[in-house]
């Protein structure tokens, strides 16, 4: 008897399986991509949703690489149909895409996010310049006209004017988009402030751009993962140490941490909504143009999302930290938005 | 030693060398207790911290705070037609009564970016509640009614103290005009804290005094019905094969010597396993429990198989030998006196394979279950996601009221996890036979 049931309970899974397999058509969108983007693209994902004219659609946070590559897997419907990043789409990620069959894509720029700096509010403030990070975090840097292992322990080593703590500095691994953002903004940013690597960036692109991104692995740059929380409460702890992370999470902290200037400029809504502040980056996601139509809701959803009620200067979005595009640039996006006007890659 | 006592004479139990022998053993096991104990002690110090820190933060999201407000469902914003078209009363904005109410409440707050925050009081969760009052008693259109609605999520936060309001206001999220309101509020009787039911009926929101765990919750039911069908039947039924019916031979010990190897294998790697078969050739839908469930399945299979032969290896081989001597066939002693014997020793280790299943992650991630799902799945091909991948969602969100849900949830999980295992024991003592 028992071993009916067996085949039973068997027999009826093998079915269920071969069903389901057969379920292609969708009526869910299927979101993936960045883990920066991910907040933002879930609360549009809900309110669109919300409406109850769709079914709410199905966000994964697979970092932008990751979300390209699922992206680009190919054109059929078991392939997501929107994908977040935090960086702009990459040449060689356009290829890979159009081998699959994926031609037409449409870019949507929502928006900007700030990286900032920020220690524990019980201690003083920083005030730091790009070259200053540059200067504690570089794996080599430059000492009387030669290359040198960091040799800098603390912030004063750098500049008197900075605290005398050990630097520690708790950041994304190199995993994230927000390290890559990071590295590229403020890193490379700083490195161009010596003249000896200004020289070697116009002989040797390579060699420079190789020991702007090398971050130190002499323990004052601490990888603490993907978890952004994870580096607020560290920060809380640890007085001394000082945290990478997105703009969001210190907003939505502000009664613990502080945020260090850079280059003179506070990590404000407004100086990195103006471009002043020096280290941000714009925000995108991706639409697979062949599934427009094939799933439903998706123009509706590229709407919402590039509504003023959302993307807006004063839209959801902004509350959940999302730095707004200007006004004109928010006209331009939403117009070429909805036309899914294909990707030009500069 | 004898010899050397019997050597000595009857003496020897006395003697100096056997009583100083005697007390260093007395004292190397009176030293290995104290390790014993102050092992135990560590322990459960550290249990107590774990489980201190989780409910300390984690109690408060089982309750919620309510805003009370006179709403007056005015007819010209729900039906300003006045043909009370279900169609037309499902679509109204119900914000707009919220907006009046507070309006009515605070009428000196006037500039836009006052308004927004005002509005922030009462979560966006209000429309639907609303709408669901009208839809079920269109009575309501015209008149005034006190309505409890949740509040946001800043509010909620203020209110269970998480928010300190001595800080200075620039360093608070919510800022001295809100906190005025919110006292007038509270001085009206208008603020209340009711256990939060939302938190076990909702599916994952982005807002935190929306989000609850039933998503998660019947995500991992369906997980789990799943990993049970598949896994339970195979597991056991390797294990019957491989200790009744199987040769003992080289090919059988490799076979042994595989299972065990896979039981420590890495979950990950049963993820990467999952999204091979069952994403890329089978062409499962991703996100799916189904796929969830099987790839969990594998994971548990060495867990059960390991159990199942070590409980039919413990049944005496006098009852295998008198069922045979009986006449029946090795096939009739196995299933009905080997298996019904080794049936409680065979479940304790199908829910401890089970639960292990019930607190997995890794191997979700790589089939797309780690996702912000918003609806309830509502069956096993549905996207969905499961308990523990909710609580490592919320714990990446940068709102601070996801901190108590996290812990919240933590609560939850560990109080099946504690059903399950106790289930185990239960199953253990009740049925259990010595020999």
Not at chain 2, 148 to 157: H, N, P, R, T
Not at chain 2, 404 to 431: D, H, Y
Request: net charge negative.
């Amino acid at each position: 008897m028992l071993n009916k049931t067996f085949g039973l309970a068997i027999a009826a899974t093998v079915a269920t399986v071969a069903l389901s397999g057969q379920a292609m058509a969708r009526d869910q969108i299927r979101i993936v991509g960045s883990s920066t983007v991910f907040p933002f693209s879930t609360a549009v994902a809900e309110a669109f949703g919300s409406t109850g004219s769709f079914k709410t659609p199905v966000v994964e946070s697979t970092g932008s690489g990751g979300g390209l590559k699922l992206f680009c897997a190919g054109a059929d419907l078991n392939t997501p149909d929107i994908t977040n990043a935090s960086r702009r789409i990459k040449k060689s990620e356009v290829e890979t895409c159009a081998k699959n069959g994926v031609t037409d894509i449409t870019e949507v720029k929502i928006g900007y996010d700030g990286i900032v700096l920020a220690n524990s509010k019980e201690v003083a403030p920083m005030k730091l310049t790009k070259k200053q990070i540059f200067a504690a975090l570089a794996k080599q840097v430059p000492i009387d006209g030669k290359l040198v292992d960091n040799p800098y322990k603390t912030w004063k080593d750098i500049d008197p004017s900075l605290p005398d703590t050990k630097i520690e500095v708790l950041g994304p691994p190199p995993t994230s988009g927000t390290r890559d953002a990071f590295v590229e903004l403020a890193m490379e940013g700083g490195a161009k402030g010596y003249d000896m690597l200004t020289a070697l960036r116009k002989s040797d692109k390579k060699a420079f751009t190789s020991v702007a991104h090398s971050v130190r692995e002499d323990g004052a740059y601490i990888e603490a993962g993907e978890n952004d929380n994870l580096i607020v409460q560290k920060l809380e702890a640890n007085k001394d140490a000082v945290g990478i992370f997105g703009f969001s999470f210190l907003d939505q902290n502000s009664d613990k941490l502080q945020g260090a200037t850079v280059g003179g400029v506070e990590p404000t809504f407004d100086n990195i909504a103006d471009g002043q502040y020096g280290i941000s980056r714009s925000l995108f996601f991706y639409v697979k143009d062949s599934h427009v139509g094939e799933v439903p809701g998706i123009k509706e959803f590229i709407a919402e999302f590039t509504s003023e009620k959302a993307f807006g200067e004063f839209g959801y979005l902004t509350e959940k930290g999302l730095i707004p595009l200007t006004e004109a640039e928010r006209v331009k996006v939403r117009k070429e938005a909805l036309d899914l006007a294909p990707l030009k890659l500069m | 030693m004898t010899d050397q006592a019997q050597k000595e004479g009857g003496n020897a139990w006395q003697s100096e060398a056997f009583i100083k022998n005697l007390t260093k053993r007395k004292r190397a096991e009176r030293r290995f207790r104290l390790t014993g104990l102050l092992a135990i002690i560590t322990a459960l110090t550290l249990l107590a911290i774990l489980l201190f820190s989780i409910v300390s933060k984690g109690y408060t999201a089982f309750v919620q705070t309510f805003v009370t407000l006179d709403i007056t469902f005015s007819e010209e914003v729900i039906d300003p037609n006045g043909t009370r078209d279900p169609m037309e009363l499902r679509s109204a904005n119900y914000s707009k009564l919220v907006q009046n109410a507070l309006r009515a409440k605070f009428p000196e707050v006037t500039s836009r970016r006052d308004l927004r925050r005002l509005f922030s009081l009462v979560s966006g969760d209000a429309d639907t509640k609303l709408r669901e009052m009208v839809e079920n008693n269109p009575e309501l259109i015209g008149k005034t009614e006190p309505v409890s609605l949740l509040a946001g999520d800043d509010v909620d936060m203020v209110n269970k103290g998480y928010i300190d309001r001595n800080l200075i206001e620039d360093d608070r999220r919510v800022k001295d005009m809100e906190l005025s309101w919110l006292d007038v509020l509270e001085a009206d009787g208008d603020i209340e804290i009711h256990f939060n039911t939302g938190f076990f009926t909702n599916g994952d929101s982005r807002e935190p005094e929306k989000a609850g765990i039933a998503g998660a919750m019947v995500g991992s039911f369906y997980t789990l019905v799943i990993t049970m069908v598949i896994a339970f039947p195979i597991g056991v039924m390797t294990a019957i094969y491989l200790e009744e019916f199987a040769a003992k031979n080289k090919l059988t010990d490799l076979i042994e010597v595989n299972i065990n190897n896979l039981a420590a294998v890495p979950s990950i790697v049963f993820g990467l396993l999952g999204l091979a078969i069952f994403l890329n050739v089978a062409h499962l839908p991703r996100s799916a429990p189904i796929v969830g469930g099987l790839t969990l399945a594998l994971m548990t299979l060495p867990t059960i198989i390991i159990a199942a032969r070590a409980a039919i290896r413990a049944v005496p081989d006098s009852i295998r030998q008198a069922a045979l001597g009986l006449g029946a066939s090795n096939q009739q002693a196995a299933f009905h006196h080997i298996l019904p014997l080794s049936m409680p020793g065979i479940l304790t280790g199908t829910i401890i394979g089970l639960s292990q299943a019930l607190g997995e992650t890794a191997p979700l991630l790589m089939i797309g279950m780690v996702a912000f799902i918003a609806d309830i799945p509502s069956g096993f091909g549905d996207p969905a996601t499961v308990m523990p991948v909710q609580i490592f969602l919320w714990a990446d969100s940068p709102e601070r009221a996801f901190v108590e849900k996290t812990s919240g949830a933590i609560m939850v999980l560990l109080g099946f996890l504690i059903l399950m295992n106790a289930f185990a024991i239960f199953l253990r003592k009740k049925f259990e036979r010595r020999w």
